[in-house]
């Protein structure tokens, strides 16, 4: 293998590759066209005189050689991002670019506002919004601030837990007046219940207040959170939606207001060595007001 000489560019392709199994994601992730992203790979292994990757249906699969350079390429990429860091924190001005990473239920139903209103009073910053639930986001540098529903165990990771996102059941009016109101929680077993598919936390969660589930009891299973919530609103049936969303959502009713299926801690993260860039600091300050506020229902 030849090692001198080597773009980072190629280097930073290939760990995008290795992270996301296929070109197509590794393109998005990238964002680059994946011809230029298959090119990279390419001029990499006739660089390495090695083959990187076996081409499988399933994807790009490492070949003993891709494997074998993979910590060496993220020793590369944290060298990278060392080095920027080192440069961004020259300037003591709130200026540059900070990428948020979140859930689908945060990005969808909290932030939009939240970003509206900071870079309206921030034009110097720009924002760039990830839907994600992986934690590796920031340990990849893929993300600057992210917000969680788990607390990381990372020790580079700083979390501020926000608050608590409690969810309750809710119905559509039309689907209430259509098939009447459950009294008692035995009633929902005769009712239209859209539940989860792989994830068994509504489950657990009916379970907390007596209420025995099955995945077989849902009529639609979706484990898009946007997508649930969706179904709920067209009278599709009775789901579980965090009440600081179903509250607000004038086509809903709350059902059995005074249970709490399950409660999530909300965490606000971003990287130790990152924390006190003036950009950083400030839309990390700014969304934790802001989230803390709203997470009070």
Same mark, same amino acid.
Request: with cysteine; charged share 20%; hydrophobic share 45%.
């Given at each position: 293998?030849?090692?001198?000489?080597?773009?980072?560019?190629? @280097?930073? /392709?290939? =760990? !995008?590759?290795?992270?996301? $199994?296929? %070109?197509?994601?590794?393109?998005?992730?990238?964002?680059?066209?994946?011809?230029?992203?298959?090119?990279?790979?390419?001029?990499?292994?006739? #660089?390495? $005189?090695?083959?990187?990757?076996?081409?499988?249906?399933?994807?790009?699969?490492?070949?003993?050689? $891709?494997?074998? *350079?993979?910590? !060496?390429?993220? +020793?590369?990429?944290?060298?990278?991002?060392?080095?920027?860091?080192? %440069?961004?924190?020259?300037?003591?001005?709130?200026?540059?670019?900070?990428?948020?990473?979140?859930?689908?239920?945060?990005?969808?139903?909290?932030?939009?506002?939240?970003?509206?209103?900071?870079?309206?009073?921030?034009?110097?910053?720009?924002?760039?919004?990830?839907?994600?639930?992986?934690?590796?986001?920031? =340990?990849?540098?893929?993300?600057?601030?992210?917000?969680?529903?788990?607390?990381?165990?990372? /020790?580079?990771? *700083?979390?501020?837990?926000?608050?608590?996102?409690?969810?309750?059941?809710?119905?559509?009016?039309?689907?209430?007046?259509?098939?009447?109101?459950?009294?008692?929680?035995?009633?929902?077993?005769?009712?239209?219940?859209?539940?989860?598919?792989?994830?068994?936390?509504? @489950?657990?969660?009916? #379970?907390?207040?007596?209420?025995?589930?099955?995945?077989? &009891?849902?009529?639609?299973?979706?484990? &898009? #959170?946007? *997508?649930? @919530? &969706?179904?709920? +609103?067209?009278?599709?049936?009775?789901?579980?939606?965090?009440?600081?969303?179903?509250?607000?959502?004038?086509?809903?009713?709350?059902?059995?207001?005074?249970?709490?299926?399950? /409660?999530?801690?909300?965490?606000?993260?971003?990287?130790?060595?990152?924390?006190?860039?003036?950009?950083?600091?400030?839309?990390?300050?700014?969304?934790?007001?802001?989230?803390? /506020?709203? =997470?009070?229902?």
């Amino acid at each position: 293998m030849r090692l001198d000489g080597i773009d980072w560019a190629l @280097i930073r /392709s290939f =760990l !995008a590759v290795i992270d996301g $199994g296929s %070109l197509n994601a590794a393109a998005k992730r990238l964002r680059v066209q994946q011809p230029t992203l298959s090119r990279h790979i390419t001029e990499l292994e006739a #660089q390495l $005189g090695a083959s990187l990757f076996e081409r499988t249906a399933r994807g790009l699969v490492p070949t003993a050689a $891709g494997t074998a *350079i993979v910590d !060496a390429a993220r +020793q590369m990429a944290a060298a990278a991002h060392t080095l920027q860091t080192c %440069l961004q924190g020259m300037t003591s001005s709130a200026v540059g670019t900070v990428r948020i990473s979140a859930s689908e239920v945060f990005a969808a139903h909290f932030l939009p506002d939240f970003i509206a209103d900071f870079v309206g009073n921030n034009i110097e910053i720009q924002v760039e919004l990830v839907v994600s639930n992986d934690m590796s986001d920031l =340990l990849r540098r893929d993300a600057d601030i992210a917000i969680r529903l788990l607390r990381p165990a990372q /020790s580079g990771l *700083i979390a501020k837990k926000l608050g608590d996102l409690p969810l309750g059941l809710f119905a559509s009016a039309d689907y209430l007046a259509q098939c009447g109101t459950p009294k008692t929680h035995s009633d929902l077993t005769r009712h239209r219940i859209i539940g989860l598919d792989y994830d068994d936390s509504l @489950i657990r969660g009916a #379970q907390s207040i007596g209420l025995d589930l099955a995945r077989e &009891n849902f009529i639609v299973r979706c484990d &898009n #959170q946007i *997508i649930g @919530i &969706n179904l709920v +609103q067209a009278g599709a049936g009775i789901g579980v939606i965090p009440l600081a969303i179903g509250k607000k959502l004038s086509r809903l009713v709350q059902l059995f207001p005074n249970d709490e299926i399950m /409660s999530f801690p909300v965490w606000l993260v971003v990287h130790r060595e990152i924390q006190d860039r003036p950009a950083i600091r400030k839309i990390y300050d700014f969304l934790s007001d802001k989230l803390a /506020s709203a =997470l009070k229902v």
